[in-house]
């Protein structure tokens, strides 16, 4: 059983509560997640302004020790980045945290244990939440001190909540363990969504009539053999390659398991021979040595972590991934500079480093000439 728990265990009642939560996530949530319920729950939470990377790497945790905090919950995009600067930033003396949140994404294995590790010091509670904007609350997650919890996994079902995994091409629900497919809901809970203003068909379309009888996430999921949750990501965030329906994010998370690798971005390209091909870029925590015998590396990396079906056809070295602000990775973009649709990327302007993309382009194109 791989399974995690901090070194100490302190209760949650009867101490003053203090929360960070980095808005990474739709400010459609903002108002009840990071608002309202807080104050209703008594508690304080801290405000500030800004990115995590400035004036410097450290700013979260500089906060969270200045103020004491004790519940920290962010998304795995910043996670990336803060991991990615390098462990020296992470010097602030943050004895009080007790929870460490995340949520927006799936969480990497290498990402959780980082997070775990080196800013909880084993000592606060990783609990990663799945939810939707529709859900209303979580759905699976970790209770902190009381779930045990594994890297990378949700854990398990919130109280009353009934997940099913349904196969995507039958539509029946698939059971037991060790089974993966489209995640759903059996039964309804109080917080949910009822419909979309102005446009319930398309609500009843979109979640409920998609697989009769079940609430339609939109997300691939796995349950492994103890009954954990594995959220893989969007259904559309799917390759398949000679019949294989991969998750991009279970191929990312492969990636960054080598040493080498900070960041990590799939997506699938049309192939004659098996219908999609894995294309990987990578950005690497140090670009000395960066070459053909390092792509074969990484390729062999996802071959071990999953299988020869899942290695990527081909692995470009990037200075960068294309990001938002809030360091949402743009896999569009990267999808669109593979088909060769450089002229409808859209707006760029909006990136936290629009320079990148030139880059990205540039060594495509070179990478392709070689061949």
């Known amino acids: 059983m791989d399974q995690t728990s901090p070194k100490k265990c302190p209760s949650a009642w009867g101490r003053r509560e203090l929360a960070v939560k980095a808005q990474t996530v739709s400010d459609r949530t903002l108002g009840t997640y990071v608002v309202y319920a807080p104050l209703l729950l008594g508690v304080t939470t801290v405000v500030f302004e800004g990115t995590p990377a400035y004036p410097n790497f450290s700013r979260y945790w500089d906060i969270i020790a200045k103020h004491e905090v004790t519940q920290f919950y962010v998304a795995p995009t910043a996670l990336r980045l803060l991991k990615r600067a390098g462990d020296e930033h992470v010097k602030a003396d943050m004895k009080h945290l007790r929870v460490l949140g995340s949520v927006g994404e799936p969480i990497a294995a290498e990402i959780w244990k980082w997070y775990f590790e080196t800013v909880g010091k084993e000592e606060a509670h ?27 996994s949700a854990s398990l079902p919130f109280f009353g909540i009934e997940p099913a995994i349904i196969d995507p091409v039958s539509g029946d629900e698939i059971h037991g363990n060790d089974v993966e497919g489209v995640l759903a809901f059996k039964q309804p809970w109080p917080s949910m969504a009822r419909t979309v203003y102005g446009a319930h068909k398309r609500y009843m379309d979109t979640y409920l009539n998609v697989y009769k009888g079940y609430y339609f996430t939109g997300d691939g999921a796995g349950r492994d053999h103890e009954g954990f949750y594995w959220i893989r990501g969007r259904v559309d965030d799917v390759v398949n390659v000679s ?114 993309v030139e880059k990205i382009i540039n060594l495509v194109h070179e990478a392709k000439g070689k061949k």
Do not use: C
């Not at 939810?131 to 699976?140: A, F, L």
């Not at 997650?141 to 919890?149: C, E, K, M, N």
């Not at 990396?301 to 692995?315: C, D, E, L, M, N």
């Open 243 to 356: 019949g294989h329906r991969l998750s991009t994010a279970e191929i990312e998370a492969a990636l960054l398991e080598h040493h080498s690798i900070a960041e990590a971005a799939v997506v699938g390209v049309a192939d004659e021979l098996t219908g999609q091909a894995v294309n990987a870029f990578v950005a690497l925590k140090d670009a000395t040595g960066a070459g053909d015998a390092l792509r074969k590396e990484f390729i062999m990396q996802v071959r071990k972590s999953i299988g020869p079906f899942a290695a990527p056809k081909a692995v470009f070295i990037v200075p960068d991934l294309p990001k938002t602000r809030s360091g949402k990775i743009m896999r569009r973009i990267l999808r669109k500079i593979l088909a060769g649709e450089e002229d409808q990327l859209g707006d760029i302007t909006t990136l936290s480093d629009p320079s990148i």
């Open 126 to 152: 990783v609990v990663d939440t799945y939810w939707q904007t529709e859900t209303g609350s979580n759905v699976i997650t970790p209770l902190a001190g009381v779930t045990p919890t594994k890297p990378g």
